[in-house]
């Protein structure tokens, strides 16, 4: 099993589009953050985990799971990369790999240390694109291999035939 833990904040400074969201709406671009990371975990079959600072969230430590990924606020006097470290020692065994998603150079050292790969944020970046064209290159072939109708419809008629389908009248 592979498990991909992510600097949420890191990653968010570092990738062009959430860092000009995160200056309008920083909720947003954690959001967003985590709505890329469930496409890739979807795609790859990865588990992933995204890790945030409680810095930026006051209050105390928080975890939950929303697009089936696992989202964790540190406590207030823990950072991301202390966070990241424990949970690196804790998932780490024989069957499972742990790559932490960082480019902060002190935390690449403190993972390797744990038996951990690291992925800088432009490398996940990359990764997250190749992902997009794939599951769009599926989506285009999925549509090329739908039966067209074995009777030609004028759009009219089909329209009619569509809302008879849902029940509309």
């Known amino acids: 099993m592979d498990i991909l833990i992510v600097d949420g904040y890191n990653i968010i400074g570092a990738w062009p589009e959430l860092n000009d969201l995160k200056k309008k709406d920083l ?18 079959g990865y588990k992933v985990i995204v890790v945030f600072d409680a810095y930026e969230v006051k209050g105390i430590e928080k975890k939950y799971r929303k697009h089936k990924i696992d989202v964790i606020f540190t406590k207030v006097e823990e950072t991301a990369d202390e966070r990241i470290e ?32 690291r992925i800088s944020a432009r490398e996940l970046l990359i990764e997250v694109e190749a992902v997009d064209r794939k599951i769009g290159g599926r989506l285009e072939k999925t549509k090329e291999t739908i039966p067209a109708a074995k009777i030609p419809l004028s759009v009219e008629v089909a ?10 009248k």
Request: proline share 0%; glycine share 4%; hydrophobic share 45%.
């Open 159 to 168: 329209e009619i035939f569509e809302k008879w389908r849902r029940g509309k």
């Open 27 to 44: 909720a947003s671009a954690r959001d967003r953050l985590i709505e890329i990371m469930a496409d890739y975990q979807a795609y790859t």
């Open 86 to 117: 424990k949970l690196a020692v804790e998932l780490n065994n024989i069957k499972t790999q742990i790559h932490v998603a960082t480019s902060d150079f002190t935390e690449q050292w403190a993972i390797f240390g744990q038996g951990a790969l």
